[in-house]
């Protein structure tokens, strides 16, 4: 189905999405379609699930990203908006990642997800290192991908951009290794502080 991965530490923040667009056939329609939206190099949208929902609450999103943006907010209109327009009952899935640099000038991140209702904030802090998964497709259920992140990290470093970027990619080969639905080739962004 998909698979994105974001991970930030307090002066940066690196997103990557692999390149699978399945139709409704499950047929292949795209090798290299980007999941996340770069907005401004200070901010970002990612997303995974169903592609026509997902682009549509992207761009609706868009408008409410600018030079002063409070991510609370936009994370708790949208938590609003999956609990009362309930996307499960027209069998859609959509998953969401977003942030960037925050009003006071730190890096912050939210995921939502329409299927479990969860939704999390990430607020790295120190040397804190937080990152999170927009996945889909049942292949990737049993993959301990938390446990695999820290081990390829352990390997690449996780103390510059380069470093997590080399791991997100590993980890993102490592998925498509397990999931026929995800590919190798990869999008990715980094938002420097």
Known sequence: MSFVSVLGRKDFLCVMSDGTLIGDNKEI????????????NQAFIAFAGSQGPCEELSVQMLPYFDVKTDFSVIHNALVDFF?????????VKVMIAF????????IEFFTVDSETNKSERYFPEGEDLKFCFLRGGDALTDLNVKGKMIELLQTTGANTPTECVSAQKLLNDY???HDAEVNKKTSRM???K
């Open 29 to 40: 329609l795209q090798e290299d379609y980007q999941r996340f939206i770069n907005i401004g």
């Open 83 to 91: 609990n009362s327009d309930d996307l499960n009952q027209r069998g």
């Open 99 to 106: 942030g960037g640099i925050n009003l006071d000038g730190n």
């Open 175 to 177: 998925i498509a290794d």
């Open 190 to 192: 980094v938002i420097k």
